[in-house]
């Protein structure tokens, strides 16, 4: 029986949502999207405090070192780095349901010492029984010891707990402790997960939405499975790379350059020659073919899409590389082009989730406005910032869940639910 629930800080209970304050930096500063929290986040001084050797000052310090700030630029980007984060008042509700329950709640986070104080000015400290900040035990997550201490605080035994992050080495290194675990993949999945662990808590019922004209749909998580991302550890032993090499290089920062048309496919491919230690454009050939093997369609999500389309606009909005739409049409026989009324490919609009900007395109091509749209994406970052927008979203975890929800905001069956 689950006596506790622990819960991740950052990427769960507060998200970047509004990632235009960070956005607006990276332009001026010439960083690909997303750089400026890979440069805090990937400084040592960052990794330093994380173990509670450095302060978020000494943070700042590096990246400072790093760009090219004035003192005025410094204390301005100190502010708009965390302008975007927002709590997720949904989650501070089912906390504090437990609580009431009778449930015990934790919070363990890998982040600096001033974290402490942070909860305290946000009026959140008495939310948990026990709060265990890594820069505070000199250890971070995956290591068993923070856990281990969350779960003495909170008076429980493995097996009586359940823990929730959004990365999944995390949780897998819970769940090799003996918790139950969740990989937080949007609030309402969470909320379902923790009802289906017997927990006190009520996932809210998705009902019919009026005025729905248009649908949009994530290509990857979404219409394809994505297996290939399973087999990173494998491969990375087959090429003789370190743990985390193949991520890193495929959806890494030239990714991020590649999905908005900044760079171009041979840019990229020369990259990852270099990055897997490849030796000549043929091995590369293979790799990708290889490594691409078991990539396919969902069939259930293209029969939605046929059906829906004609009653609904209907589109495609995906962070993909130029040449998308021609490599679905050749692989699968599926044309983007064709099949849907709208297809956005982040490269060729050089604009990728989640930026505000590229919803708003997306909604112009439509015809529509966002509260008239359903958007299905598979990461909880891309559905966040839309729903900041007013677009209604469902954070797609499987397939068949999707559509089910889908099918419950129309308000009539989609073919493909089963």
Not at 316 to 324: C, E, I, R
């Amino acid at each position: 029986m689950i006596r506790a629930v622990i819960f991740d800080w950052g990427g769960v209970l507060i998200r970047t949502m509004d990632i235009r304050p960070r956005a607006a930096w990276e332009r001026r500063l010439g960083l690909p999207p997303n750089g400026l929290a890979d440069l805090f986040f990937g400084t040592e001084a960052w990794a330093q405090a994380e173990r509670g050797e450095a302060t978020l000052e000494d943070v700042w310090a590096e990246v400072a070192r790093r760009l090219p700030l004035s003192p005025d630029d410094l204390a301005a980007l100190k502010w708009d780095f965390w302008a975007g984060d927002r709590l997720d008042e949904d989650l501070l509700g089912v906390i504090r349901t437990l609580r009431r329950k009778g449930i015990r709640v934790g919070l363990v986070s890998n982040f600096a010492a001033e974290l402490a104080r942070l909860l305290t000015d946000l009026g959140m400290r008495e939310l948990f029984d026990a709060v265990v900040i890594s820069a505070e035990v000199g250890a971070t997550k995956p290591d068993p010891l923070i856990y281990r201490r969350a779960l003495e605080q909170l008076g429980v035994s493995p097996p009586e707990a359940l823990f929730v992050d959004d990365w999944r080495p995390n949780v897998e290194a819970a769940r090799r402790l003996g918790m139950a675990a969740v990989h937080f993949r949007g609030t309402v999945s969470l909320q379902r997960a923790l009802a289906e662990a017997g927990l006190p808590v009520s996932p809210p019922v998705v009902g019919p939405v009026p005025g729905i004209r248009a649908v949009i749909f994530d290509w990857g998580g979404v219409m394809a499975p994505l297996e290939f991302l399973a087999r990173s550890a494998e491969w990375e032993a087959r090429l003789g790379l370190p743990a985390g090499t193949l991520d890193q290089a495929l959806w890494g920062p030239e990714w991020k350059r590649l999905e908005i048309g900044a760079i171009s496919q041979e840019e990229y491919d020369q990259h990852l020659i270099r990055a897997l230690r490849l030796p000549d454009r043929e091995a590369l050939r293979r790799f990708y073919e290889e490594y691409y093997a078991d990539d396919g369609l969902n069939q259930d999500m293209v029969a939605a899409v046929r059906s829906l389309r004609g009653r609904y606009r209907v589109a495609m909005l995906t962070n993909a590389f130029p040449g998308h739409a021609e490599s679905l049409r050749r692989r699968h026989g599926f044309d983007p082009r064709a099949e849907f009324d709208v297809y956005v490919n982040s490269a060729e609009v050089g604009l990728a989730k989640p930026d505000p900007a590229i919803y708003r395109l997306t909604l112009d091509r439509l015809g529509v406005g966002p509260a008239e749209a359903v958007f299905i994406d598979d990461h909880a970052r891309n559905t966040d910032a839309a729903r900041l927008l007013g677009i209604h979203t469902i954070t797609c975890t499987d397939p068949p869940t999707a559509l089910a929800d889908l099918s419950a905001i129309l308000g009539h069956p989609v073919k493909g639910e089963k």
